[in-house]
Structures are given as C-alpha cells and as structure tokens.
C-alpha cells in the first residue's frame, strides 16, 4: 500500500487498449498531484489474468492497483462498487477520478453515493487551493460555468469531460510497480451480472472522445445522404454526429446525438453539415476547438459559433471537401 495522499486515477481498459480519455485523466491527476502533494495510483478493475496495458504503468504514475474479481468480464457498474468501495475505505484517496465517458457517468454516483462522498461531473478544470479541491464544470446547457470547492469528507470524486485534460509528452521513466489485489466478493453476492454485450454495427468511435466530428443535420435532406459524412469521416479519421431531428427521424442512432438531450463533445474540429444551429445544439458543441459550419442560409445561428463558415449546399460541397482532404492526407 502506498504511503501519505493518494490520488486515484481509474483507467478503463479495452480490448487490451486504455482510453485515451483515461490517459488524460492520469495527466490531469499528476498536474493535481503535484498541487496537493499527493502520488497517483492508476487503477485497473479487470477479471483475472487481463493484461495491464503499457501505457498505464509508464506514463508517470507511482503505482498500478490492478483489482481483479471475475465479475469484471464485460463493464458491471454495481459489481465495481462492490469491489473498489472496500479497497477506497481500506487506502484513503484523497480523491478518485474517471473519464466523463458512458461509464464513467455511471460508475462515478454509484460509488459516491456507497461510500457517501461528494461528486463533482463532467470537469473541465481542476486545482487545489490552501488543500481544498475545486472543479469547474458547464451548467444551463454550457451558458454557464459553476465553481465546486469539496467539503472535508474524503475521497473527492470527479469525471472529467473527454478531450479536455490532454496530456502533453510524457518523459520516459521507469514503469510504476503493479500491485494486484484478488476482490474478495462471491460472485452470488453482486446484485447484477451482465449475461452479453451487444456491440453496435459499424463505427467503433464514440463521439465523445473523438477528435474530429462530421455532423449532420436535417439539411443532410435524406439518410440516405449521411453516406456522404461517413466518407467524410473516412478520410479524416473522424466520428458522424447528429443532430436531434436527425435521430428522433430514425436516420441515426441516438448515440450519434448532438446536444442537450444527447452527448457533449469537445473535439479538435466540429464540422456541422446543415444543422441550423438551435442552442440545444450549441449546448453539446460550443466548446469545440474548432468548429467549421456548412449551411445554404447566411443567417443561420450555427454561424454565430464558427470560425469557419460555408455558405453553400452541403451535398455539393461535402463530396468536394471529401476528395480534397483525400488529395491531401493520403499522399
Ligand atoms: C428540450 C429540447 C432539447 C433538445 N435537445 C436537442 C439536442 O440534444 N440536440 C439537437 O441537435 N437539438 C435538440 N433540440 C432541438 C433543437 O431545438 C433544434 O430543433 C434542432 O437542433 C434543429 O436541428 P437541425 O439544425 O438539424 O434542423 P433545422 O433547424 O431544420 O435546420 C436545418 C438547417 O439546414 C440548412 N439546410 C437545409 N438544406 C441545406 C442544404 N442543402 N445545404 C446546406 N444547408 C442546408 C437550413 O438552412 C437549416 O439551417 C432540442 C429541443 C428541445 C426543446
């Protein structure tokens, strides 16, 4: 067990690979460290005999706590409570913190609310000041931002919204010891155990951590007409956004949703594809890097946000944009 305060970084590990939003959360928990004397410990909650990708033992932290229990096949929120709430109660952090991803948001109140902890969601700065912990986060749809300082209970618990804390190079160092602990739970004593996971056909990347986004709104006129983004995406390595109307037409899913009432993104660049630009749009968007809009009406909202605009019909341009970004990035 480590010594003096702890940071506890939870990295989620896929198909043997971390996240990249769990690669930022262990920056931005070593830049906190840094402020609050404390050492990070990456934690990995796997079933038995899953590797520890490299990255999570070199990217600076000063320990691995692998947790394994065979209720932690596939993503099992509740079986998670049951296996970290003991070993947070038994180590102290000072705070733990995840990636503001699907489940992230849903692991991050479950375990807060088992060891009646404060929470703070979806962080876009963190710091210590006299000991005390702050975030920062979006309120009202992204018109306002709300300040958070902790009380005294620990561990402060925070998500941080992807694409936010990006890690700079990370200087060689020696790889951080692993300590495995076996979760000493019965398998009949989680209350959920997940049978099967379904993935969804197609396009693997979440909209919420990618870094560039091809959006479609119902300027795209037809489904049919999202070939046109998806061969976009194609070339620039990008995910296929949505707007609402877009997805209660049944032309995407709703994990394709933009907005409000859908997913927050902050990519490098946003590109939206006839979307009008409504401010339960601009809630899930405006705080891209950049954001480039294609719309026929010079007086559209979504101008407003961009940095770049093209006033046109979007299904002549987008096949243009396609074959120039082509020239371009497969030379
Ligand atoms: C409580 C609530 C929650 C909501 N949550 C969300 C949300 O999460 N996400 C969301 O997106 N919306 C949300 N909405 C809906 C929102 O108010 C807008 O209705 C919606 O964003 C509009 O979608 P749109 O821009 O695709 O469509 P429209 O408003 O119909 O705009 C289409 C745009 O395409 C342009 N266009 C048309 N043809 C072309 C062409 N050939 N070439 C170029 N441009 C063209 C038009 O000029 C227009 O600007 C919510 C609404 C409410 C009330």
């Keep these: 067990m480590s010594e003096g305060k702890q940071i506890w970084v939870l990295a989620e590990v896929l198909g043997g690979q971390v996240k990249p939003v769990s690669l930022e959360a262990l920056h931005a928990g070593q830049t906190l460290g840094g402020e609050l004397g404390a050492t990070v ?13 490299e990255d999570v033992a070199n990217c600076g932290v000063a320990r691995v706590l692998h947790i394994q229990h065979a209720g932690l096949e596939t993503f099992n929120s509740l079986a998670l409570v049951e296996v970290l709430a003991p070993q947070v109660q038994s180590q102290n952090p000072e705070v733990v913190m995840m990636g503001a ?14 060891l009646g902890v404060g929470l703070a969601t979806d962080c876009i700065e963190i710091h210590a000041e006299g000991g005390m912990l702050k975030a920062r986060r979006p309120v009202y749809a992204g018109k306002a931002h709300i300040t958070f300082q902790f009380g005294d209970t620990r561990p402060c618990i925070l998500t941080l919204r992807p694409n936010v804390f990006r890690p700079g190079e990370t200087p060689a160092g020696d790889a951080a010891p692993v300590e495995t602990v076996t979760a000493d739970i019965p398998e009949n004593g ?25 959006s479609g709104g119902m300027g795209m006129q037809k489904p049919e007409n999202f070939q046109l983004l998806e061969e976009l995406a194609e070339v620039l390595g990008a995910a296929v956004g ?18 409000q009432t859908g997913r927050t993104v902050s990519p490098d660049l946003y590109i939206a594809c006839g979307i009008s630009g409504a401010v339960q749009h601009l809630a899930g968007m405006s705080s891209s890097r950049c954001i480039v809009a294609i719309n026929k009406d010079p007086n559209a909202p979504i101008f407003d946000v961009a940095d770049y605009g093209i006033v046109g019909d979007v299904l002549e341009i987008l096949p ?5 970004f082509k020239k371009v990035l497969q030379k």
Excluded: C
């Design 320 to 324: 243009v944009m396609t074959a120039e």
């Design 101 to 114: 991803t699907n489940h992230g948001k849903e692991l991050a109140p479950a375990l807060a609310a088992r």
């Design 41 to 53: 410990t990456a934690v990995v909650a796997t079933a038995p005999g899953a590797e520890i990708p």
């Design 190 to 214: 989680l209350r959920l155990k997940v049978k099967e996971v379904v993935q969804a056909a197609g396009r693997k990347l979440d909209i919420t951590e990618a870094r560039i986004i091809v």
């Design 242 to 259: 949505a707007s609402r109307p877009v997805v209660d037409n049944g032309w995407r899913e709703y994990s394709n949703q933009v907005g």
